[in-house]
């Protein structure tokens, strides 16, 4: 990702929004934002 919020806080997000997959939820939310 190009910010640096920690990998724990976005594992974290990932978890709270359902994400199954947290590489594939990382991959969608860079071709989001």
């Known amino acids: ?3 640096d ?3 724990g ?6 978890k709270q ?3 199954k ?3 594939s939820w ?3 939310i860079e071709q989001t934002l």
């Open 1 to 3: 990702m190009k910010s």
């Open 5 to 7: 919020i920690p990998t």
């Open 9 to 14: 806080t976005l594992q974290s997000i990932a």
């Open 17 to 19: 929004s359902g994400a």
């Open 21 to 23: 997959d947290f590489h």
């Open 26 to 28: 990382c991959e969608w």
